[in-house]
């Protein structure tokens, strides 16, 4: 196990880039001793951990089909865009069962990132284990403003980390994590844009109540991008190796194409492969 962190960068379906960078990782049997995953990054960590190859691409992706698990039926029947029910109980306790004495095996620390919406503040949620209310940190990691309702976590309200730390790599440096790698969905020269009129004219309706998530939708260009300066500064300084899309990917947040999808996967995969021999001088294995 390497003893450093990894640092899971979220993205709805652009997530399968990740997924191909670490059924990579552990076709090589590298593991971390500290792992960050924000939003898709978190799920995707989780069979990571479990070290079932190939189930973070196919439970993105085989159920897109299906009529109540992603889309306008599920967000206005439910609140949620991905039907809960079935992402979070059907599929990993029944059509793809998840190993969980395999994950509560892990010796290192992973956490998912979730988002106060009292605060405004990042919290970094212990997961041990994925049974039970455990799985709750993982939907509130992935509960995007809008499409997917308010997840309560012994007591408290939280939506998606993103809104508040999107790529937690000062997170880890402060952590004591001197070496990182970082895997990031967005591609290289990417910059963030701020967030149209009209979506944020109905984040402040939806949660007018919560006026610390519209204000962390209304700048998170600025912070997003300023991010991307630390992290840079970091990959400088030797504490951060990053893999990211080399090019814009055709893959949208929300996607059912699964040409698209198994592409960025693909791509994901070739990625880490063509770093392999960086990584190892890097990480020193």
Not at 27 to 55: E, L, P
Not at 188 to 196: A, D, N, Q, T
Request: net charge positive.
């Amino acid at each position: 196990m390497i003893n450093g962190g990894l640092v899971l960068e979220g993205g709805g379906m652009k997530g399968l880039f990740t997924a191909g960078v670490l059924d990579f990782l552990m076709d090589k049997k590298i593991m971390f001793s500290s792992i960050y995953g924000v939003s898709a990054g978190a799920c995707h960590m989780t069979s990571y951990i479990s070290g079932q190859r190939g189930r973070a691409f196919d439970i993105s992706v085989d159920y897109l089909d299906t009529r109540w698990y992603c889309g306008i039926p599920s967000l206005l029947t439910t609140g949620n865009l991905f039907n809960t029910d079935i992402a979070y109980g059907l599929v990993p306790n029944t059509l793809n069962p998840f190993d969980h004495e395999a994950y509560e095996k892990y010796e290192g620390s992973a956490y998912a990132v979730v988002t106060d919406v009292e605060t405004g503040k990042p919290e970094y949620m212990r997961l041990k284990s994925c049974r039970g209310k455990n799985m709750d940190k993982l939907r509130a990691s992935a509960s995007l403003p809008l499409v997917a309702n308010m997840v309560k976590v012994n007591g408290k309200k939280y939506l998606d980390g993103g809104l508040s730390d999107a790529i937690p790599i000062e997170r880890s440096v402060m952590s004591g994590n001197d070496k990182n790698l970082v895997i990031l969905t967005k591609e290289v020269g990417y910059v963030r844009k701020p967030i149209p009129a009209y979506e944020l004219a109905a984040l402040k309706l939806r949660y007018a109540a919560y006026p610390h998530v519209w204000k962390l939708m209304q700048d998170r260009d600025v912070r997003y991008n300023e991010q991307l300066k630390f992290l840079s500064r970091m990959e400088k300084d030797g504490k951060a190796f990053v893999i990211r899309p080399q090019e814009k990917s055709d893959t949208k947040r929300i996607d059912k194409n699964p040409e698209h999808l198994k592409n960025l996967y693909n791509e994901g995969y070739t990625e880490a492969e063509k770093n392999y021999e960086k990584l190892v001088e890097y990480f020193g294995l």
